[in-house]
């Protein structure tokens, strides 16, 4: 009996672990799930409004997901399944909650507003995409904002298309202010941080860019455009470091190669391409190339009219194409933006005298001789052109024979004395220092009438008519 009694009492015990065991492990389980659970409708449709609130619209799908499961003719849980698909412009899977729940309630006009407003968005989002591949960014953009976000305000397919609609319409400020709020939503969102990145790239904030481009790439190593764009900037600064470098180092024709390499790479970044175009302008005008430096400080000044080096390297190149005129322009325009650079003050004046001495005779030139002419090949050059302008051979044009004799005559009073020669070289105005303003008054090359400067005497052959000119001496 004793040992029966033993055995019985073993059975309850092991019966008793048996069953604490089963609460613990597989009853309390399902206790807790149950317990994660609203205890009834009411209290799970708080909880999806709840999530809406916090834009968890995936866990509100869930649980409305979960009444229908129960109770598939729960009109209520259609309308709010559809609305919250309607945010997310899954269109689709909303007009056919809709539907559903119009079919429970017939005659629900707040429902049949919403289905109407469904369908405009999504026409509107399909024509935005149509106007985008259109290059109509102005227009899609407006479907866009005024129409689909207005309705489907969650709809990321939305976000990211304005996005980048801001971007092709230049604006980056605005492309990273929108792609901002996606990230907040979702940090690794590669769409959003491709076009961040870009907004910030052509803002030339290259570092920040290239910290979008990888934060993507970590997330997805074989991103075909987060690669693209990442490795294109850096070719991009590699190339540009490069002209830079060679510049420093006088290297200026590498230069030049270099920096129209990478202008190549990208035309559309004006906010680097600017700079490359204004280090190119600096090579070129070391090389003296004129034209080719005028070129690319015009193109530096199309994209910012503002840049005052740009202007005073344009004036530097002017002079280089003697454009005496054009270049005092830009550079008097330079001076007066940055009226404390010296260096462009001085250029200034250069300018200024440079164009001076544009507008005076060239006696040189007149005598058609290098401004290195000996003296001995002043004596020829004026004699032969004396002799070719001497009034008396040139009978049938005499008054246009005179007044180039003037200018021959003077032209030798001036560089056939050295002290003279030196002044004019210099920059002095000669003609007033001659006194011959005012059409040579005061200058007469013939003799006779006591017009001052140096006095001449010719010997043609049968003289000049009516006299008055004398023999001519020679040299």
């Not at 209290?43 to 409305?64: C, G, H, M, Y």
């Not at 996005?163 to 769409?191: P, Q, R, T, W």
């Not at 030049?256 to 990478?262: H, L, P, Q, R, T």
Request: some cysteine; charged content about 30%.
């Amino acid at each position: 009996m004793k040992l029966l009694c033993s055995s019985t009492m073993d059975l309850f015990r092991a019966r008793g672990l048996f069953f604490h065991l089963f609460i613990l492990f597989i009853c309390q389980p399902l206790v807790s799930r149950q317990d994660a659970k609203p205890s009834n409708v009411a209290d799970l449709f708080k909880r999806v409004s709840e999530n809406i609130q916090v834009k968890r619209f995936s866990e509100a799908l869930d649980d409305l997901n979960t009444v229908l499961e129960d109770d598939p003719n729960h009109s209520e849980a259609y309308l709010r399944r559809a609305s919250v698909l309607r945010q997310l412009c899954r269109y689709e899977e909303s007009e056919e909650s809709y539907k559903k729940y119009l079919e429970l309630k017939p005659g629900d006009s707040a429902a049949e507003k919403e289905l109407s407003q469904l369908l405009q968005a999504k026409n509107a989002l399909e024509t935005a995409l149509n106007l985008f591949d259109s290059k109509e960014y102005g227009k899609a953009l407006d479907y866009v904002d005024k129409v689909v976000l207005v309705f489907s305000s969650s709809c990321i397919k939305a976000k990211i298309l304005k996005v980048k609609l801001m971007l092709e319409l230049k604006d980056y400020s605005g492309a990273i202010s929108e792609s901002g709020f996606i990230l907040k939503e979702d940090e690794n969102n590669l769409d959003a941080l491709l076009i961040r990145g870009r907004a910030y790239y052509y803002l030339a904030d290259h570092d920040v860019a290239l910290k979008h481009y990888q934060k993507g790439l970590r997330s997805d190593p074989e991103h075909s455009e987060l690669k693209k764009t990442y490795f294109g900037l850096k070719n991009l600064l590699k190339k540009t470091k490069s002209a830079e470098d060679n510049e420093s180092k006088g290297k200026f024709r590498m230069a030049v190669e270099d920096f129209k390499a990478a202008l190549a790479m990208d035309p559309n970044h004006s906010a680097h391409n600017v700079h490359l175009y204004l280090g190119l302008c600096k090579v070129q005008i070391k090389l003296g190339r004129g034209k080719d430096a005028l070129d690319s400080c015009t193109e530096a000044l199309k994209i910012d009219e503002e840049l005052v080096e740009a202007l005073a390297q344009r004036g530097e190149a002017k002079l280089l194409t003697e454009d005496w005129e054009g270049a005092v322009q830009d550079l008097k325009e330079a001076y007066q933006k940055s009226s404390q650079d010296m260096s462009i003050r001085e250029s200034l004046m250069k300018a200024e005298r440079a164009l001076k001495m544009s507008k005076r005779k060239d006696w040189y030139k007149i005598l058609g001789i290098s401004k290195t002419a000996s003296i001995q090949e002043i004596k020829r050059a004026y004699k032969k052109l004396a002799l070719q302008w001497h009034p008396d051979k040139n009978v049938d044009n005499r008054e246009a024979a005179e007044e180039k004799f003037r200018e021959i005559a003077a032209a030798y009073e001036v560089l056939g004395d050295d002290e003279k020669r030196v002044r004019f070289d210099r920059g002095e105005d000669m003609e007033d220092n001659m006194g011959m303003g005012g059409g040579h008054g005061g200058f007469n090359p013939f003799g006779g009438g006591g017009g001052g400067g140096q006095q001449y005497t010719f010997h043609f052959e049968g003289g000049f008519p009516g006299g008055g000119f004398g023999g001519f001496d020679g040299f």
